[in-house]
């Protein structure tokens, strides 16, 4: 039985993580060297025709801007995923406007984790690179939210050793594009539990389910 890590990690999240509480719908992104996203609707992953459903980190959400590794130009994983971050920060430091007292000017070719560490010295422009990338997730979520309407939006991923630094400006950016958001009660989005294990988690719990049917998992 195979199948695709961001669904087996949203599984996961959905049956045993950040998710629980969910009756029957969940959205999740995995933020890390890219994006990758899971669905669950009516109780049950969705995958479509082709097992190819929910690449969300492909929806474009700056039509134009920085170019994404499957070609096109401003995906949310080319705006909002580890990547980007250190992207964000080369270009910053290319166009000399990194300032002065900025440790990434001091730490060779910028990474999200290098960009996340200085962030939590204190380093405000690195804090700043940070909320660029919380602002494009933000974006995306919100016109997810508007299509599919899920009880609750779980972000994981690599990214969120950033915690608060992305998520904060991705809920105020969230908030204030989403749909509907002066009349209805919005879907949360809330950062994952199960961390590196989500994926191991959904795999066994869809492997007990498909055997609980009767079918073969090997």
Not at 64 to 67: E, I, M, Q, W
Not at 173 to 178: D, E, I, K, L, S
Not at 188 to 192: K, L
């Given at each position: 039985w195979?199948?695709?890590d961001?669904?087996?990690?949203?599984?996961?999240e959905?049956?045993?993580?950040?998710?629980v509480?969910?009756?029957?719908s969940?959205l999740?992104?995995t933020?890390?060297?890219g994006?990758?996203?899971?669905?669950v609707?009516?109780g049950?992953?969705?995958?479509?025709r082709d097992g190819?459903?929910?690449?969300?980190?492909?929806?474009i959400?700056?039509e134009?801007?920085?170019?994404c590794?499957?070609?096109n130009r401003?995906?949310?994983?080319?705006?909002?995923?580890?990547?980007?971050i250190?992207?964000i920060a080369?270009?910053a430091l290319?166009?000399?406007e990194v300032?002065?007292d900025?440790?990434?000017r001091?730490?060779g070719?910028?990474?999200g984790r290098?960009?996340?560490?200085?962030?939590?010295?204190g380093d405000?422009?690195?804090?700043?690179?940070?909320?660029?990338c919380g602002?494009w997730l933000g974006v995306?979520?919100?016109?997810l939210?508007?299509g599919?309407?899920?009880?609750?939006?779980v972000?994981?991923?690599?990214?969120m050793?950033a915690g608060?630094?992305?998520?904060?400006?991705?809920?105020r950016?969230?908030?204030?594009?989403?749909m509907g958001?002066?009349?209805?009660v919005?879907p949360?989005?809330?950062?994952?539990e199960?961390?590196?294990?989500a994926?191991?988690v959904g795999?066994?719990?869809?492997?007990?389910?498909?055997?609980?049917r009767?079918?073969?998992?090997l």
């Open positions: 195979v199948e695709n961001a669904n087996v990690a949203a599984w996961g959905f049956r045993a993580g950040a998710g509480e969910a009756p029957s969940m999740m992104l933020v890390g060297t994006v990758g996203s899971g669905l609707l009516g049950q992953l969705v995958r479509g190819l459903a929910t690449e969300f980190g492909h929806l959400v700056a134009g801007a920085r170019r590794g499957c070609g401003g995906c949310l994983e080319a705006m909002a995923s580890g990547t980007a250190g992207r080369q270009e290319d166009a000399g300032p002065a900025s440790v990434l001091r730490s070719t910028p990474t290098l960009v996340t560490r200085a962030a939590e010295t405000s422009f690195a804090s700043e690179v940070l909320a660029r602002f995306g979520v919100a016109s939210v508007a599919l309407d899920p009880e609750i939006v972000v994981g991923g690599g990214v050793e608060q630094r992305v998520l904060e400006p991705a809920r950016a969230y908030g204030q594009r989403v958001h002066d009349y209805r919005l949360a989005i809330v950062e994952a199960l961390g590196d294990d994926g191991f795999a066994a719990l869809i492997a007990l389910d498909e055997r609980s009767g079918q073969s998992v």
